[in-house]
């Protein structure tokens, strides 16, 4: 089993910048990658940036040069810096851990005002 947590979300004006961070615990050693999904009010939940234990990270259009996925092995968390966030981004952003099975935090929502 794997445990997930998300935090940083909040409020913030078109134009300004969030970081989220997850921290997984549990049987870590089994964690394939570990990224970053959203789902807006009635849209479908999708993906936005996913990194592999390689550290080899990957982006969906929307958000290349704007955010950045990273992680913190020795503490097991990974981190989402968005930049530039536009009001579009609202969303509620889950943290998404595979492994044998997927894995998903309870979310935290994102409020890009205009």
């Known amino acids: 089993q794997v445990q997930l947590v998300e935090s940083g979300g909040g409020l913030v004006q078109a134009g300004g910048s969030l970081r989220l961070s997850c921290a997984a615990s549990?049987?870590?050693?089994?964690?394939?990658?570990m990224g970053w999904y959203r789902q807006a009010p009635g849209k479908q939940r999708e993906l936005v940036a996913f990194i592999t234990n390689g550290g080899i990270a990957n982006y969906v259009d929307f958000v290349k040069g704007r955010f950045t996925i990273s992680r913190d092995n020795a503490n097991n968390t990974v981190y989402l810096q968005m930049n530039s966030l536009k009001p579009e981004d609202t969303a509620v952003y889950f943290c998404k851990a595979w492994a044998r099975t997927a894995y998903w935090g309870q979310g935290t929502q994102v409020t890009v005002s205009s």
């Open positions: 549990g049987s870590i050693g089994s964690i394939n990658a």
